[in-house]
């Protein structure tokens, strides 16, 4: 590649990330065009069920079976607002109801089933792409029913990914379903909130698989694709578990290649600078896109939000340490089936390794680097990690995956005689 192809691909980047950037947005301003009172009657109804579940409701008795019900009165709430600004400016204040002593569940009942009212604040420093899709459902079905529509969703996109895995790499199979169990699917499935990351990464997983049959994909394309993964991530999660769409999707990548050691982390690298640059530059995106359009310094509340989350020191706790918010998230993904899965995967593994006497360490660079993303992670938003381990545990999923990958990929080679 010459000097001017390689400038003209730099340059690309920043075109495309405003692209998508101002696609969003278009999207947005479409969703805020929808007359909120079409809304009115289902969002009673979900105000009114989510009244009788009860706050952040737990299915059993460990902490990764917590439903957000906090967040998804939040979501509604945007959702349902009534906003005085044009789309234009709505769209990228994401106002809601909203007082000082109040949850969201509370606000939300009082709101639409006791009809009171309330002063109204912005979320602006998040994109809130969901509301591309949860306005419309909104028009048309309540709460309840939109879980149906998320249960089909994530069962559907899981089945064709299985699919897919049977066809090019049968391998992954297993890590895939250890992986979804480890999340817990069924409060994936039954909260907005954690809906969203766990259909972008299996989107992406399934777009791998169908790329990577094309001859024509090099790296830089394959760099775009993840590029592309970043700026979905950022538009449509609520900062929940988001490294899980870059680590699963690059470690089902490494799966699929033959790459020798150096190329491999080589790879790893370009690719995660890519969603990187996706996810990064598509929050910058909207900071600038809101503090231009709206006239009100959206830029320096999120600065703000990101000194809090990146700090140490948290409410009721103190200074917290690296090795608590681990120990944290470990603990908050440890079931007796998950233990039983672990202990099974690793004693087979290992002893069909050591059998062949294999040289396991040619190839665990790639994947230890990826692995090594949620720690990098929850070192980086301590505060949020800390605070939000119930539900940010599942970027241990990525650590998970990366392991179970290389040992089912390492040992499929020893009893191939390679």
Known sequence: MDKKQRIKKILYIPLYL???SLVGYLLLVLAYCIPTSSMEKNIRQSAEFIQREGKQSMLTNKENSKLDSYTDALMLLTAGFESKETPWIASLLSEREWNETGTTEDILYQRYVENKAFESVGYARYWHGY??????????????????VLVTIQIGLFVYMIYLCG????????????????????TTMLSLQFHSMVTVTWLAIIAV????????????????????????????????????????PIVAWLSLQEEE????????????????????GMWGMKWLL???????????????????????????????????????QIGAGLTPVMILCGICLVFMVFYKMVKNKLS?????????????YPIVWYMVLKNHSYLHFWYTYRDMGVSLFAISVFLLRENRKTNKGE
Do not use: H
């Open 18 to 20: 405003l692209l998508l």
């Open 131 to 148: 509301l591309v899709v949860l306005k419309p459902l909104l028009t048309v079905m309540n709460y309840p029913n939109i879980r149906y």
């Open 167 to 186: 066809q090019r790499k049968k391998q992954l199979i297993c890590p895939l379903v250890i992986l979804w169990l480890y999340w817990n699917p069924v």
């Open 209 to 248: 698989f169908l790329l990577e049959r094309r001859r024509t994909m090099n790296l830089y394309r394959w760099g775009m694709l993840f590029l592309t993964v970043g700026a979905m991530t950022s538009y449509a999660d609520l900062l929940t578990y988001p490294i899980v769409s870059l680590g699963i």
């Open 261 to 280: 050691l150096v190329a491999g982390v080589r790879a790893c690298i370009q690719l995660s600078a890519f969603w990187g640059v996706g996810y990064a």
């Open 290 to 328: 809101a503090s231009v359009i709206t006239g009100k310094n959206v830029l320096a509340e999120a600065i703000n939000q990101v000194e809090l989350r990146s700090g140490a020191e948290v409410v009721d706790a103190g200074t917290v340490s690296g090795v608590q918010i681990i120990l944290r």
């Open 360 to 372: 396991w360490w040619r190839m665990i660079l790639p994947y230890a680097i990826v692995g090594s």
